[in-house]
T-cell receptor, first 113, second 116 residues
Framework: KQEVTQIPAALSVPEGENLVLNCSFT??????LQWFRQDPGKGLTSLLL?????REQTSGRLNASLDKSSGRSTLYIAASQPGDSATYLC????????????FGTGTRLQVTL | GAGVSQTPSNKVTEKGKYVELRCDPI?????LYWYRQSLGQGPEFLIY????????DSGLPNDRFFAVRPEGSVSTLKIQRTERGDSAVYLC??????????????FGPGTRLTVL
């Protein structure tokens, strides 16, 4: 059974800092990995999707990497802003269960002024 | 609409009552998913529809939970004899249904269910 873990559970950084969020998964047979953002009381917004054959994806100040063999992904946020404050969730789609996402518990990020 | 919509946004009910939660997916999306998110946890998969049929219902916790999508568009998640442990945010997502490694799921805002 696929399990996804995210570290740290919570993180507080001052504005302008670069930061890294970590995600690990137990079964490397995945179709893809996605990073989502969730604001309080809101649904999930997809930030980046990395296919199993890819090593990284970039969107603006966000860069996500994937090391499938070691079961790890990182989300790098450059020059953090208060508007980046949210919970970030990592999720994988596993081979054999291709349509459902298995989520981690998330990292709650607070960017302070 | 442009995105996935869910109604109601909040639902408070009493233990033992029946509830229905509705999801309206992105137009043209053939795949629809239901997830449940408890406080402090990531969403957990409940059921996946491809068109009108439930392709994977392995995440439904017990037979009190049932979902339908009769015309391949709107879906309703039905919970019978609600229990306090059913309290959570119920999220719906849709995707193009073309499958493959780039089939992104788009989520609605969720329905917060509280069972008193």
């Amino acid at each position: 059974k696929q399990e996804v873990t995210q570290i740290p559970a919570a993180l507080s950084v001052p504005e302008g800092e670069n930061l890294v969020l970590n995600c690990s998964f137990t079964d490397s047979a995945i179709y893809n990995l996605q990073w989502f953002r969730q604001d309080p009381g809101k649904g999930l917004t997809s930030l980046l999707l990395i296919q199993s054959s890819q090593r990284e994806q970039t969107s603006g100040r966000l860069n996500a990497s994937l090391d499938k063999s070691s079961g790890r992904s990182t989300l790098y946020i450059a020059a953090s802003q208060p508007g980046d404050s949210a919970t970030y969730l990592c999720a994988v789609t596993s081979r054999g269960t291709a349509s459902k996402l298995t989520f981690g518990t998330g990292t709650r990020l607070q960017v302070t002024l | 609409g442009a995105g996935v919509s869910q109604t109601p946004s909040n639902k408070v009910t009493e233990k033992g009552k029946y509830v229905e939660l509705r999801c309206d997916p992105i137009s043209g999306h053939t795949a629809l998913y239901w997830y449940r998110q408890s406080l402090g946890q990531g969403p957990e998969f409940l059921i996946y529809f491809q068109g009108t049929g439930a392709a994977d219902d392995s995440g439904l916790p017990n037979d009190r939970f049932f979902a339908v999508r009769p015309e391949g568009s709107v879906s309703t998640l039905k919970i019978q004899r609600t229990e306090r442990g059913d309290s959570a945010v119920y999220l719906c997502a849709s995707s193009s249904g073309q499958g493959g490694s780039t089939d992104t799921q788009y989520f609605g805002p969720g329905t917060r269910l509280t069972v008193l």
